[in-house]
């Protein structure tokens, strides 16, 4: 089989990060569809697919039948938006339903109607803990898939970040597994790998070669923080006079994850949403007196350097979109599993 002939369409695709990603394993990837529609120039742009916006919760998703040619291996790929299924959120409604829980749900409404002879599913860890898992594995195994699925740890595949996921893949052609991993500690990718090489800028400054190169401006009091913040550190090694009323009490002490520093030899914090704020994890850059760059965000999600966010670059929606986004590396890995067991099934290893 061609690998050419694989043909994917990615559910929740937010900016591109799993199509990318699948994109440069080989998958020809045919469309995304989010609800989202700022994550269209992006995702367009940088991928060549076409971007359907839309609610998945009232898709016809059998308009997409006609996008997969007659004759090729089909792939349906999704990330269903992970907040319902983080462990605060779960312990907090688990009496309770969160209708996104219900993304689930229509992501098995779409196998059924599509049909691939492959699917695939990345989210948060938490999930596998609930019963909208147990009945998303119930339903496609019924439908005739073999599925395996593991929470697998990102600097494990290259990618240079404390981050862990589910990753679920399934077969209608045969028993696909879990891509074994390709790095072990003492071989992870560090920070200084990653985003080392980038001109150094200040705190509120936009490097004038790319503008998604810019850091958010700090106050002054944040300012003397980093100042005094060293890389893995804690606020503990602040004078006392720089701390938060909160870290004063006793109940505050355990909070040591926040206003740090990165340290060039390590991997990098879970990129979230917030990565661009210094005070809303450990995302303090390593040497220079300010919190991320979008651009270093994305480098640490392992999209290229290249990467096209438009013109209309705001922190709260480009951190957004690289702190939602699947990383393009871990997409890669799946990519290749898939098209190493489309190679099997048809005889070629």
Known sequence: MDKHKIEAIDLFCGIGGLTYGLR????????????DESCQYAYETNNSCTFVSADVANYDFSKMKSLYSKDSIKVLVGCAPCQPFSSHTYKVKKKTRDLRWDLIKHFVRAIK?????????????????????????????GLGYEIDFKVVYAPNYG?????????LIG??????NIPQTTHKRGEYVSVSEVIRKLPAIEAGEVFEKDPVHRSKNLSDLNKERIKQSIPNGTWRDWDPKLLPNCYRKDSGQTYTSVYGRMSWDSISPTITTQFFNYGSGRFGHPEQNRGLSLREGALLQTFPEDYDF??????????RHIGN???PKLGAVIGEAIISHVEKQNGKK
Not at 159 to 167: D, K
């Open 113 to 141: 109607e599509l049909d691939p002879q492959i699917i695939s599913m990345e989210n948060v860890r938490g999930i596998t803990k609930t019963d909208v898992f147990k009945e998303f594995l119930s339903d496609v195994k």
């Open 171 to 176: 077969s209608k052609i045969g028993l696909i």
């Open 325 to 327: 986004a699947v990383p």
């Open 310 to 319: 438009g013109e209309n670059i705001s922190f709260s929606k480009i951190g």
């Open 159 to 167: 990618i240079p970040q404390n981050r862990s996921r589910l990753v």
């Open 24 to 35: 440069q394993a080989g998958i020809n990837v045919l469309a995304g569809l989010d609800n």
